[in-house]
């Protein structure tokens, strides 16, 4: 029985225990197989499961939010027959990723209001302008959304929530092999008439591990000074070693 499998039984007989004790009753309860995900230099990307129950009939929504951030986004002029960097905009609270299942079509189960306040798809993430002077921030968000996209950081599509019976659910939440680290946030929501009237929020932490990371954190841990003498180093390290070789082949 592979470990997913075996967390998912160990997890449903503690959802089942739970419903046998009253105080302790909600009306959704959720887990993930693995709450840290370890980025190593093989990494390939990698799926989450999420498991859990409810206490009757319902829909259910699973959200997953990376680490939020400011982004900057350019627009391309033609000046002088060269392509530069016109006006730019930078957003604020920009998650890094962002992936969404539901047991059924979102727009089936809440209303458009609903969807924005809880930011439920990708065209409904909010995101803050910061110090906007450009005149229509449409388009600038498309592009950034576009660009998400394309990294595979923002899911093209609803991904599926599948019922087990007719209170048990599970899902998965896809993380690229360039997802960024950091702790992650999934929401799970519970959908009754229109209305999301349960809800239970996960940490996911996402870390570099191994001779990869030791190298990320030797080299933040360092001044822009040290940095800059490392990165020198490193290319005459480089230069000496394509010489030697060069060297080597002209006497054969």
Known sequence: MSGRLVACAVGFLAFALAWAAPAAARGIVADVDDHLVEITTDFAGQDILVFGAIDG????????????????????????????????????GVPSLYGVASSRPLFQILTPDVLDRYQLGVGRVQ??????????????????????????????????????????????????????????????????????????????????????????????????????????????????TGWLAHLAFRKR
């Open 127 to 240: 995101f803050q302008e910061v110090a906007a002077e450009v005149p229509g921030v449409g388009p600038f968000r498309t592009a950034l959304v576009q660009q998400k996209k394309k990294q595979g950081l923002y899911a093209d599509r609803v991904g599926r929530v599948t019922f087990i019976g007719d209170t048990l659910f599970r899902a998965n939440l896809h993380l690229p092999s360039n997802v960024p680290t950091g702790t992650f946030l999934i929401d799970v929501y519970l959908v009754r008439d229109g209305r999301i009237v349960d809800a239970q929020n996960m940490p996911l932490v996402i870390s570099k591990v191994g001779f990869g990371a030791d190298i990320y954190k030797y080299a933040n841990a360092r001044s822009i000074a040290q940095r800059f003498v490392y990165g020198v180093a490193a290319v005459l390290v480089a230069l000496l």
């Open 57 to 92: 009939p319902g829909d259910v929504v699973l959200v997953m939010r990376g680490p939020a951030g400011r982004v900057a986004v350019h627009r391309k002029a033609r000046f002088a027959g060269v392509w530069v960097n016109a006006d730019s905009i930078e957003f604020d």
